[in-house]
Structures are given as C-alpha cells and as structure tokens.
Nanobody, 128 residues
Framework: VQIVEAGGALVQPGGSLRLSCATS??????????VGWFRQAPGNQQREPVA?????????YYHDSVKGRFAASRDLAQSTVYLQMNALQPEDTAVYYC???????????????????WGQGTQVTVSS
C-alpha cells in the first residue's frame, strides 16, 4: 500500500486548507475499508484521530473538536480522500497523517479505525 498526503501549509487563524490522501494498492472500495486522518501536535507522542471514513460508503466520523469545521470527501476513481479544513485555529497545528485500514467507527466524542498503513504526514501550521 502506498499513501501520499499533500496540502499542508502555513495558514492564518480562520483560514482554510484542503489536504489530500492518494492511495494505491489498497482495497478502497471494499466493504470494510477505511481511510482516516490523524494528527500529532508538537510535543505529543500520540496521533489523535480527526476523521475516519468508511471508503465504500463515504460515511465519515469526526472527532468532536473538528465537527462543523472539517469535512472529508472521496474520489473513488482516484482512490483519494480529501480533508477540507475550515475555520482553522492555532490548536489545529500538527502533522496530519493519513492511514488506511478497516472498520471506521464512532464512540462519541472519539472516532477511530483499525489502522494498517500510514503516510509520511503533511505539516499544517496555523499562526498569524
């Protein structure tokens, strides 16, 4: 499986970014397949799940901290998942990682999935 993230940048508070996660060698349309966005903030050891999508249906689960601001979408033909991030705040600053795997789920306020492979990450910095 190959995963390539892109779209990270420096943006001012209140701004927007669109991240992309292009996959290959992954069963994107399989019933249980999932793609998730995770982030690791400076100084944190763990990666926090932000949005996890069941790629066959497009159903996406969001962490409470990003609901109403972030929106995931997919392009089945390109096996790509996008993350539109609006109203960005300094606390959104992190390296954003894309992961492939299975079984996206929601257990409010948390979301998750079974992760199998990871991309290299893309830096998002929100600062004035």
């Amino acid at each position: 499986v190959q995963i390539v993230e892109a779209g990270g940048a420096l943006v001012q508070p209140g701004g927007s970014l669109r991240l992309s996660c292009a996959t290959s060698g992954f069963g994107f349309s399989s019933l249980d397949s999932a793609v998730g966005w995770f982030r690791q903030a400076p100084g944190n050891q763990q990666r926090e799940p932000v949005a996890c999508m069941s790629t066959s249906s497009g159903v996406t689960y969001y962490h409470d901290s990003v609901k109403g601001r972030f929106a995931a979408s997919r392009d089945l033909a390109q096996s790509t998942v996008y993350l539109q991030m609006n109203a960005l705040q300094p606390e959104d600053t992190a390296v954003y990682y894309c992961a492939t795997g299975t079984h996206a789920y929601e257990r409010t306020p948390y979301v998750g999935m079974n992760t199998e492979d990871w991309g290299q990450g893309t830096q998002v910095t929100v600062s004035s």
